[in-house]
């Protein structure tokens, strides 16, 4: 398994625990070395892609993540995301779809 893959993998545990989580648990969770995970871990830690606990040493999910979800959402466009569904919701039933958005202007 190449190392960005187990990269992903160690990214998607700790989204999906929403909880820090140690090296032994990543480890035997997603049977890598430790040596392995230790090492993703300190180069994902240096550029704030996770976080370290200072009491625990657990990692999660670092801040950095959000600024490119946050980019993510600002060029995301829903109407033309969900103009497909829309229309087939519209083909299958035989009723007006509309898509409202509301904005605090």
Known sequence: MKLLE????ILDY???EQRSV???ELSIKLDFPKSTVH???KDLLRYSIVEQEKDTSRY???LRLL??????LRSFDIRQTVKPILKKVCNETQETTFLTIWTND
């Open 14 to 16: 700790l989204s999906d």
């Open 6 to 9: 187990k990269t992903i993998k």
């Open 67 to 72: 600024k490119y979800s946050n980019s993510l």
């Open 60 to 62: 999660k999910i670092g």
């Open 39 to 41: 090492r993703i871990l």
């Open 22 to 24: 140690g090296i032994a």
